[in-house]
């Protein structure tokens, strides 16, 4: 009995609907493989859904088990030509394996014979197959230009909206229940003066639920709403906003707000205080990341931080993963070493430590001198334009233009000055308030947010490598000297 592969694909609802469904292909090639006096021994299918690197590997597939098998097969059935290829490269594949490997091409529905003429017709129907799916996937990006215009999202709206179709056509409507917590998220960082850790931690007691599937909010995911220029009304194509007509969940003014107070930061991939390119592995040298496990038992349901090098998994290196709690006790341990009794000689290190700041808060004296600098020229500005107004030296027009950009140029002046003075008091007193950390680790080390503690860490540490289980830090001056331990020498006027 003669053997025969054979290949259905549909690429469209629209081909279904015109009767090339897989079904209907499938049938087709079975009933011309029975008339021949034989059978497919071998059926791939390429369904609509198939993603374009799903459809590749299938089809790579049908040309590895055609060149396998080709001295037991009897020919390639397709119900049409441009169901077996859909560009040219494809085709050109097919007609090596008749021509290298004797394995004919058939069409079941469109036959042609194995000549010249044969050829160049199916090399035609081929090359209009081609040109079907180039234009069809211009058509398409011109659809998806189109639809952006109009002010409507290409795919599926973001976190906080509902797709919904109306008259045949796919909008987005405001979903209530996940809108508000949008509006939660945007309110809370923006006017209640809390960190992206503090908010999760925050809207994650309030018992909102992020997804019936994952109820806790996570920090990337609140991290992306509060960057997303969605919810003020934009739709974002090919990498650039476009004005939208949906709803916006985030008026203006808050959405510059959190933006200025983000400054930058916002994307961090977690939380974690001792991830975050702060350790490298000792054995490999690659940064140590951390992960959350939840270990679910009858008695616990907690998550668990853990952190390893990112080389974790590969071949040959330890596999050692290190509790978040050990690395706290490790971190303490280091500090405690630091506690100095004698009083005068804490005052000499408090002077030390101040000196190591003055650099960065003269550097932060400088952005505020410029950026008040930059609010008295707007101010004059706007005094310079009313008076223009006043003369009539400009219409209302433009008045109304100059002075809405002047305004908006203010608040956002103003709200660098706030982001600024928010951590300036902090950080003009950052190394004193190390020093004092040093001596009351317990008390406040424990109480501290995971932005203060990697401050901290960073300060006090200039590197640190983590050796199996131990952590090896490299200590900055002058804490290796406290860490150390001083040593005291009196000489002979009872000095240090």
Excluded at 169 to 180: K, L, M, S
Excluded at 215 to 242: C, M, Q, T
Excluded at 270 to 292: D, F, K, M, Q
Excluded at 467 to 480: E, H, N, S, V
Aim: proline share 3%; glycine share 6%.
């Amino acid at each position: 009995m003669k053997q025969f592969v054979a290949l259905a694909r549909v690429s469209s609802r629209e081909q279904e609907r015109e009767g090339y469904s897989l079904d209907v292909q499938e049938d087709a090639l079975r009933r011309y493989a029975t008339q021949a006096g034989g059978e497919v021994v071998k059926l791939f299918r390429i369904a609509e859904t198939a993603s374009k690197t799903d459809e590749r590997k299938t089809f790579r597939e049908l040309i590895a088990y055609a060149k396998k098998n080709a001295p037991f097969l009897e020919a390639l059935l397709f119900y049409k030509v441009d169901r077996a290829a859909r560009n040219l490269f494809d085709y050109v594949e097919l007609e090596r394996l008749e021509s290298e490997y004797d394995l004919p091409f058939i069409s079941v529905s469109q036959p042609t014979e194995n000549t010249p003429a044969g050829r160049m017709m199916r090399r035609t129907l081929a090359n209009m197959a081609s040109f079907y799916t180039e234009q069809q996937s211009v058509d398409v990006r011109e659809g998806h230009a189109r639809r952006v215009r109009e002010g409507w999202f290409v795919g599926a709206g973001p976190y906080g909206y509902l797709n919904v179709r109306k008259n045949g056509r796919g909008v987005i409507e405001v979903d209530p229940v996940t809108a508000g917590n949008v509006k939660r998220i945007f309110h809370l960082y923006a006017h209640e003066n809390v960190t992206l850790d503090g908010l999760v931690a925050k809207i994650n007691s309030e018992g909102r639920v992020f997804r019936p599937s994952q109820p806790e909010f996570p920090r990337s995911s609140v991290a992306n709403i509060l960057k997303d220029r969605a919810y003020i009304g934009e739709v974002e194509y090919r990498g650039e906003w476009h004005p939208g007509k949906h709803e916006p969940l985030v008026d203006r003014a808050t959405w510059n707000r959190v933006q200025t107070l983000l400054g930058g930061h916002i994307y961090q991939s977690h939380s974690l205080v001792y991830a975050g390119n702060l350790i490298e592995c000792a054995h490999c040298g690659h940064p140590v990341t951390g992960e959350r496990v939840r270990k679910k038992t009858t008695s616990d349901d907690r998550f668990y931080i853990y952190y390893r090098c990112a080389l974790y998994n590969k071949p040959g290196h330890p596999r050692v993963r290190v509790r978040e709690a050990d690395l706290e006790a490790q971190v303490m341990s280091v500090f405690e070493k630091m506690r100095v009794e004698d009083e005068g000689v804490r005052d000499w290190f408090r002077l030390v430590l101040a000196s190591q700041t003055r650099d960065a808060q003269a550097e932060s004296m400088a952005q505020r001198s410029e950026l008040l600098r930059q609010e008295t020229l707007l101010i004059r500005q706007q005094d310079r334009l009313l008076n223009m107004r006043l003369s009539e030296d400009i219409d209302q027009e433009i008045f109304g233009r100059k002075h809405t950009e002047i305004r908006d140029r203010l608040a956002s002046i103003k709200l660098k000055l706030e982001a600024l003075n928010r951590g300036h008091d902090e950080n003009a007193e950052l190394a004193s308030k190390v020093f004092e950390l040093s001596q009351t680790l317990k008390e406040q080390w424990l109480t501290a947010d995971f932005a203060a503690k990697r401050r901290i860490l960073e300060i006090v540490f200039l590197n640190c490598r983590l050796d199996g289980a131990t952590l090896c830090p490299t200590m900055r001056k002058p804490f290796d000297v406290l860490a150390e331990g001083l040593l005291l020498k009196k000489d002979r006027a009872g000095g240090i």
